[in-house]
Structures are given as structure tokens and as C-alpha cells.
């Protein structure tokens, strides 16, 4: 399983990705107003830094629209996906850019059936939104177990980005459900290789050590 980061911020990305575990990064509108940089020059910045795909989504809404956004994007690194809205229009304009071969990360799918329209118009990556389905009473997990099944069961190519990734729970069991990747916030990534086992094992070695030594 490949573990993308969630984040627009260089810090975290360098952080994580000292560690070696940074195969890609997601960002969206939201992720990248909260840097309050400017877009392009963040994009270009982590795309210097990740080895692996970096998305950055589109703002228009209109396929024309969206096409020539990601046409432009796509010209600021080799490692460039572009994220497209899953919409009709979205449909449209990830079936150009198929063509042309640019990468497309279709984002906000919420059910199977956009999964597998969205994979059926040549996605490369597809990215149903786990946690915000938890939050209106619906399996997140569930969406990703069933996608993985029909993507499987009729040979299409698009890899599925398990995305809004809340807890580690998240991400335990998207590993179990069979997402190629899960995109994971920089806030949680830490947790990820914390037990509070660990720490208390890891003083108690050090009193015995300094116990022993004296
Ligand atoms: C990434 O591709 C998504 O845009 C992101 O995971 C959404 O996360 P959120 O639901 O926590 O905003």
C-alpha cells in the first residue's frame, strides 16, 4: 500500500518524507488556502521535494475550463496529477486528458457507481472520501472495500486514493479494504508510528539500564 500526505505544508512534507514513507501527495483548494501561498509556486515547491504524484485540482467548473487549467498545471513538473471535480463536466474533461496523457485524480466520489464512471472515463486515480461519508452515518471503509471489488472484477486501471482520512482506524482498514493508497493529513501521519506501549517500554529499558549501571 502507498501512503500519500494529505498537506500543501513543505514542513510536514520534508518531515515524513525523511522518513521515506511519502509516495505521493494530495492537496485541494482548502489544503492549499491554508498555506496562504501563492498555488502555483507551492505546487512547484512540492514537486521538487516528492519523488511520486503530486495532485493539484482545478478551480473551474466548466470541462473547456477545466481542461485548460490542467493543461497548464500539468506543464509545472513531470510529476504533476491533476484533480478534477467528479461531475459531468469532470467526466468530459478526464476523457480529453486521458487521451492527451495527462494524469487525473477524480475527488469527492461517494459512491460506487461515480467510482466506476469516473475509472470507466480514464482516470488514473479515484478518490472516495472515507471520513465525510462517516460523518453523515455511511461506511467510508465500505465504499473503498466495494470499489477495490469492481475495479478488480472488470481490469480497470484506476488506483484508488483512499481519501479524508480521519484516525488511524482510517487507515488500518483502508490497508485491509485493498486501497492502492491512502492520502493521509500530516497531523495524523505521526500517530501512525506512536504506541504508548512503546514509550512507556522504552523508559522503563532506560531505568532498568541506569539501575543496573550504577
Ligand atoms: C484529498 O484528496 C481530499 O481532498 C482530502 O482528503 C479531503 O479531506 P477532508 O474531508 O478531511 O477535508
Not at 29 to 55: H, M, N, Q, W, Y
Request: proline letters at 3%.
Amino acid at each position: 500500500m502507498k501512503f500519500f500526505l494529505d498537506t500543501a505544508n513543505i514542513e510536514e512534507i520534508k518531515r515524513i518524507n525523511g522518513l521515506g514513507l511519502v509516495d505521493g501527495v494530495t492537496t485541494n483548494p482548502t489544503i492549499i488556502a491554508r498555506e496562504g501561498r501563492d498555488f502555483e509556486t507551492v505546487i512547484k515547491e512540492i514537486c521538487a521535494l516528492v519523488e511520486g504524484p503530486v495532485s493539484a485540482e482545478v478551480i473551474s467548473l466548466e470541462t473547456d475550463g477545466m481542461v485548460n487549467e490542467a493543461r497548464e498545471i500539468a506543464q509545472w513538473a513531470d510529476n504533476i496529477v491533476v484533480k478534477i471535480p467528479m461531475t459531468e463536466a469532470g467526466l468530459a474533461a478526464v476523457h480529453i486528458l486521458n487521451k492527451v496523457g495527462i494524469k487525473t485524480n477524480v475527488t469527492l466520489i461517494f459512491s460506487v457507481a461515480q467510482g466506476l464512471m469516473a475509472a470507466k472515463a480514464g482516470a488514473t486515480y479515484i478518490s472516495p472520501f472515507v471520513g465525510r461519508l462517516d460523518d453523515i452515518g455511511v461506511s467510508g471503509i465500505n465504499l473503498v472495500v466495494e470499489l477495490r471489488q469492481v475495479l478488480d472484477k472488470y481490469g480497470l486501471k484506476s488506483e484508488i486514493i483512499a481519501a479524508s482520512i480521519r484516525n488511524i482506524e482510517h487507515v488500518e482498514a483502508t490497508a485491509l479494504a485493498g486501497s492502492h493508497i491512502a492520502t493521509i493529513p500530516g497531523s495524523l501521519f505521526p500517530k501512525l508510528w506512536t504506541h504508548p506501549l512503546t514509550d512507556n517500554g522504552i523508559a522503563q529499558f532506560m531505568m532498568d539500564w541506569a539501575e543496573f549501571s550504577k
